[in-house]
Antibody, heavy 114, light 107 residues
């Protein structure tokens, strides 16, 4: 069974930065593209960013382009999301996922507030 | 970018009702379409993949259809445990996009 474990969420002030991590286990991490998906309180699912299995290709939703950076370290089976210039509207549960394959972590809550 | 327009955004139905939810893609996505169910405080779970293939373990009252730009999720006879929010996801191309969701409530 695929296991994805996120960490790094928390409370941050507007304009601040945060880095999320996701450790993957029980599957061959370096063969799969990965994504971050978020869900604001009471709102729908929003795909945020994706990265190819090699890390060479990265993709972003318009809402985070230029502020968030996705990366991966295949030697550590770890996916990252560096978030900068955070806004109140970035408040959400962030899931590490392969949504097209129905693999999801449990999520980590990011709260942007002063 | 491909936009996914999901309708309705909410519906009220009774146990035993037939329920239909639609997603329209702004451009063709072949059959790269999945349907998810999400209950409050829980991680989404996939019901349908490749537009019409039933996920293992999902009751047969759920079905999906469509190809190209129009897709449908049908619940043939709504059960109490089906009251939840449903989302479509296109994964034909990046950026991946979810539909806005359909909240199915008890009438």
């Amino acid at each position: 069974e695929v296991q994805l474990l996120e960490s790094g969420g928390g409370l941050v002030q507007p304009g601040g930065s945060l880095r999320l991590s996701c450790v993957a286990s029980t599957f061959t991490f370096n063969t799969y593209a990965m994504s971050w998906v978020r869900q604001a309180p009471g709102k729908g699912l929003e795909w945020v960013s994706g990265i190819s299995n090699s890390g060479f290709n990265t993709y972003y939703a318009d809402s985070v382009k230029g502020r968030f950076t996705i990366s991966r370290d295949n030697s550590k089976n770890t996916l990252y999301l560096q978030m900068k210039s955070l806004r109140a509207e970035d408040t959400a549960v962030y899931y590490c996922a392969m949504p097209e394959k129905d693999f999801w972590g449990r999520g980590t809550l990011v709260t942007v507030s002063s | 970018d491909i936009q996914m327009t999901q309708s309705p955004s909410a519906l009220s139905a009774s146990v035993g009702d037939r329920v239909t939810i639609t997603c329209r893609a702004s451009q063709g996505i072949s059959n790269f379409l999945a349907w998810f169910q999400q209950k409050p405080g829980k991680v989404p779970t996939r019901l349908i993949y490749a537009s019409s293939s039933l996920q293992s373990g999902v009751p047969s009252r759920f079905s999906g259809s469509g190809s190209g730009t129009e897709f449908t999720l049908t619940i043939s006879s709504l059960q109490p445990e089906d009251f939840a929010t449903y989302y479509c996801l296109q994964h034909n191309s990046y950026p991946l996009t979810f539909g806005g969701g359909t909240k199915v409530e008890i009438k």
